[in-house]
């Protein structure tokens, strides 16, 4: 059965939003009652059956719905320097998705390739992700955010992978019990000042292992060693 | 300092492969006298100064070689159905070479998507991956094969990705000090049949957490989840 993204799944008859009105109606060339299924990205899975569609709009009446708990007892937020080329990041959103993550930042250093970044299209990503997994929780995807605006209300447990010999591994360091937010540098790394700023904000500099890993790929392997280690 | 795939590194001078070459001359634009990094995929990693430098040709006189040993005690090998895009295997090859992988194996099974794959492709995106994470060893890229011929020099540690409720998951299941392999069904999984046979020859079925994942991302995930639990 087809799944569509439905931020709204409160009332009985909702509609979907346009891109998915669209797949719908174009691609998938659905029709007046066919039975769908909806996620709302907050917890609820409903079933539905489409009722109304318009050359550009698409009702669905809801039938059953059911709240899933989050996933995870322990969140995982992952804030990375985006990548200077786009798909690199986009493909470890999709997969950090995946795999299981609450929370994306993406961040701005002072060696960070970006200076902007297309939000709209890193949500479709997540969206697609979400779907493709069959989950119901849609993990949040923040605006790019500074290193400072970062560490304002991080939780308890605080990593930046830090490409300098002699440091605990973030395998040693991850205690799966409790929420924790990872920082990936971007290529060329942290500097030093901001590794100061990090340590001094609590962040402990953690290595994930010898090899040197793309930014993508180390955000991915962090993001995927949390999200097992939760699901032992 | 730019660095190149040179599998025979035994004489004092040796030439780049055709392929090296190029990239030398055609992109890079390298010039006699050149220092470059050359490494073999088989543990050694040289200083050569570039010599002679034709058209399509570039030799390299070797001034040191290290000889390093192999990153990890206990070997993993991944056992993967291709999937249909070429490019999401590829980027499983890359990413694994990237985390570590020591055998990459392209199996043949019911539901496989595809009938062939293109070798030598493969290769070079683990080539390009082994130079990118600066490593010396180059995983092995089996030939596309039939399940039967995977199973029948496995080691000890054999399992297999299986969407079923009620299994023990592979975090739990792997033990970091012994060679494994595990296999990842194509998107549709094993057949019950294909199943039955891993089963037969030793393998167990171990889950990787609740949530669906793609084929490629199965594989990258217990790649990374064995790799880095080596390197705690």
Known sequence: MHLFHCPDLASDAVELPPEEAHHALAVLRLRAGDRVGLLDGRGTKALGELIGLAKRSVTARVLERRLLPPERAARIQLAVAPTKQMERFEWFVEKAVEVGVDRIIPIRTERTERSALRHDRLLRVAVAAMKQSQRAWLPEIAPLMPLEALLAD???????????????????????DGDALLAIGPEGDFTEAEAERLRGAGAEGVALGAARLRTETAALAACTWMSLSQQR
């Open 154 to 176: 991080a939780p308890a447990q605080r990593f930046f992978g830090w490409c300098q010999p002699g440091l605990r591994s973030l395998m040693a360091a991850y205690r799966a």
